[in-house]
């Protein structure tokens, strides 16, 4: 069975522009989160989702940051306008129940 | 507000020795409590979850991790360390919501060192 599958791997852009991250979430799962991690701040949780529904936003940094779920089985986190601050790795992870979560591999954004 | 709290930024122990890496958390009812592993470049992998029934619980790679709520507690613990077990490893929690998975809370992480 797949896991959580995370594109790009890498991505590299100047700042003002627009990043767009994508997430497959693992078959059945029916919640899907979104984290940050830099090394001064460590994880932090973005937004997170449960049966495609936002349940909280509260970590999402600003408005230039939205995500979707615009199916079960597929995110996207959007930065319009990125900012160098915004560099990164983002995490997605999705979970059922009490199975604890499951992570992607990751995307490295680098905000030239 | 839940939180956790790992104390040791970085640990180095010699292969072969034993290991137990601590955390400590804070949080208002039944804690649903977890440890993760991350390689570098990687995602976070399950090594293990706690949210009832017996207080020490094994994973996987010969991990296990025994919760106290006397001491607000849930330690990491191998009884011999392999050098491929070099990584950061992450204590959270979240809450225990049936049927539906709630948000974790991390800890800062502990980085491994294995001595050769």
């Known amino acids: 069975d797949a896991g959580v599958i995370q594109s790009p791997r890498h991505e590299v852009t100047e700042m003002g522009q627009e990043v767009t991250l994508r997430c497959k979430l693992i078959?059945?799962?029916?919640?899907l989160f979104w984290y940050r991690q830099t090394m001064m701040r460590g994880l932090e949780l973005l937004i997170y989702?449960?049966?495609?529904?936002?349940?909280?936003d509260s970590g999402m940094p600003e408005d230039r940051f939205s995500a979707k779920m615009p199916n079960a089985s597929f995110s996207t986190l959007k930065i319009q306008p990125s900012e160098p601050r915004d560099s990164a790795v983002y995490f997605c992870?999705?979970?059922?129940?009490?199975?604890?979560?499951?992570f992607g591999s990751g995307t490295q954004l680098s905000v030239l | 507000a839940q939180s956790v709290t790992q104390p040791d930024i970085h640990i180095t122990v010699s292969e072969g020795a034993s290991l137990e890496l601590r955390c400590n958390y804070s949080?208002?009812?039944?804690?649903?409590l977890f440890w993760y592993v991350q390689s570098p470049g990687q995602g976070l992998q399950l090594l293990l979850k706690?949210?009832?029934?017996?207080?020490l619980v094994q994973g996987i790679k010969g991990f296990e991790a025994e919760f106290k709520r006397s001491q607000s507690s849930f330690n990491l613990r191998k009884p011999s360390v392999h050098w491929s077990d070099a990584a950061e490893y992450f204590c959270?929690?979240?809450?225990?919501?049936?049927?539906?998975?709630?948000?974790?809370?991390f800890g800062t992480g502990t980085r491994l060192q294995v001595m050769l």
């Open positions: 706690y949210f009832s029934g017996d207080t």
């Open positions: 989702f449960n049966n495609n529904v936002p349940i909280d």
């Open positions: 078959s059945g799962h029916n919640s």
């Open positions: 949080y208002g009812a039944t804690p649903y």
């Open positions: 959270a929690v979240g809450s225990l919501n049936t049927g539906t998975a709630s948000k974790l809370t």
């Open positions: 992870a999705s979970s059922l129940g009490t199975r604890g979560l499951f």
